[in-house]
């Protein structure tokens, strides 16, 4: 379960509704668990994290079960995930509401902006462009054509799903991911123990990047953008995460001799990232993906900081360029080296950034109005003719 379907659903669950979920297979071979009141069937003839190879005959299979057991007011499906059982809810008069975190074609496009910056790992792009294929055709139509609501992350990719030739163009609505303003808001205690356990002192300037360290997130552009600012001696970059990038990344931090100024932390569990926020002066994210909102931006902003993040994707619909944060063009080391430099040079446009930056996240990106939006909309669908 991923970290939006996961908050989501403790939300759901905490306002008394009763949740099962269908998953794929769990990677210690687990069938059956209840976590907090939430019943979860994985599907061990699955692969993990994989809606091909199986995923079609074993979720039918157990949503054919547990609908001959149980009364399902409502079925949500993270993504296209449920493309395989729509047309039996339907069929059953079972209202359908699909949750779009992105499209395909966002998918494909990231590996094109991978490629042309590390220009190489053309045979992931033919790959792409099929799978990209594949999923276009065989599983986005039939989900999205019988929804009987379809809730987009973003405004950038609601636009995109309102151009599908067979979406219902009046049942998108746009519901941003919510964050936990109770754990991702600034703490001047948490800022000096992050910083003592991080060794940096209080005349340290640090920038923080935050993210799976993969090609497409753009640490190699934080690492090109620090090598600009050499001559700021007291400035910092954390690099936090893991990926398969972690050792490339290294070799380039070792390449431009920036060991003593560049700190990977590894990997951090969600419940520490707000540590990290609150220890930085600055948060960046030049990531090349097409995010389809960039949830870490919106943990930053709701810590109270200012932020630089690529112009790709919906993360315009999430930072106001120059009011609560700065865009940048994808991949432009020297100029995310040159706004680095300039709210270092200017306190009062930095401030009044990250004010403004936390004032958004507070009135736009909390969990609990995620969740109560969310059910308004499964209480619309409900009442629509199936």
């Not at 120059?322 to 080296?337: C, M, Q, R, S, V």
Request: with cysteine; charged share 25%; proline share 3%.
């Amino acid at each position: 379960m991923d970290l939006h379907g996961k908050h989501l659903l403790e939300g759901l669950s905490k306002r008394d509704h009763k949740i099962t979920v269908i998953s794929t297979k769990h990677p210690n071979g687990k069938e059956y668990e209840k976590i907090d009141g939430i019943e979860i069937h994985y599907l061990k003839h699955t692969t993990f994290g994989s809606s091909r190879k199986g995923w079609k005959k074993e979720s039918i299979n157990k949503f054919k079960d547990i609908v001959r057991t149980e009364k399902i007011d409502i079925a949500l499906s993270q993504q296209t995930a449920g493309y395989s059982v729509v047309k039996m809810a339907k069929s059953m008069r079972i209202p359908f509401v699909t949750i779009m975190h992105g499209y395909e074609t966002m998918i494909l496009r990231s590996i094109l902006n991978q490629v042309l910056n590390f220009k190489k790992d053309y045979l992931l792009l033919i790959k792409s462009c099929l799978s990209s294929f594949y999923y276009s055709i065989f599983q986005e139509p039939p989900v999205l054509m019988r929804s009987s609501a379809t809730i987009a992350v973003s405004d950038r990719v609601a636009k995109v799903i309102k151009n599908r030739p067979f979406v219902g163009k009046d049942r998108i609505k746009i519901i941003n991911y919510g964050i936990d303003l109770k754990v991702f808001n600034f703490s001047e205690e948490a800022r000096k123990k992050a910083r003592l356990k991080l060794n940096m002192s209080d005349h340290d300037r640090v920038i923080l990047f935050l993210s799976l360290l993969s090609k497409q997130k753009g640490a190699d552009i934080a690492i090109k953008a620090l090598n600009e600012l050499s001559n700021r001696k007291n400035l910092k970059l954390i690099i936090a995460g893991d990926g398969e990038y972690l050792e490339d990344a290294k070799l380039l931090v070792k390449h431009f001799k920036l060991e003593s100024r560049i700190v990977f932390p590894g990997f951090v569990r969600n419940e520490d990232t707000a540590k990290y926020y609150n220890a930085s002066d600055i948060f960046i994210f030049p990531t090349l993906r097409l995010e389809s909102f960039g949830i870490v931006i919106a943990e930053a902003m709701a810590c109270g900081k200012p932020v630089i993040a690529s112009n790709i994707g919906a993360i315009p619909d999430v930072i106001d360029n120059g009011i609560n944060g700065i865009l940048i063009p994808i991949g432009d080391f020297k100029e995310l080296a040159r706004q680095i430099n300039l709210l270092l040079n200017n306190q009062r446009y930095s401030s009044m950034l990250a004010k403004n930056a936390q004032q958004k996240a507070l009135e736009r990106f909390g969990l609990d109005r995620m969740v109560e939006e969310t059910i308004k909309v499964l209480k619309l669908a409900m009442t629509r003719k199936q």
